[in-house]
């Protein structure tokens, strides 16, 4: 039984990390993931250009369809999650959306 459950958590997570192609990021995502193409080992801000706390459910999304890893836990605020750009979402970074002006 446990072993059944570990498999069906393993197949939500490989579906959760497969991207179809058709899918674009939102605005805030967009902003978000191109904040990390200069950054060293492509690490993504906490904070956007004001100051504001990036929404977590930005972050959350970007990780859910893999352009975004966790990268480590910040021992300071444990509740933070520090990432970084993946392969793909560099590309989707790199990308130009005609409808999103940033």
């Known amino acids: 039984m446990v072993d059944n459950r570990l498999d069906a958590e393993r197949t939500t997570q490989c579906a959760s990390q497969s991207t179809p192609k058709n899918v674009r990021p939102t605005h805030a995502q967009t902003r978000w993931l191109r904040r990390g193409l200069d950054q060293p080992g492509g690490k993504l801000p906490l904070f956007d250009e ?11 999304s970007c990780i859910d369809r893999g352009w975004a890893e966790p990268w480590f836990q910040n021992p300071l605020k444990p509740d ?23």
């Open 50 to 60: 004001d100051g504001a706390k990036i929404s977590p459910r930005t972050i959350q």
């Open 80 to 102: 933070w999650l520090v990432c970084r750009l993946t392969d793909n979402g560099r590309t989707i970074a790199q990308q130009t959306y005609p409808e999103q002006t940033l």
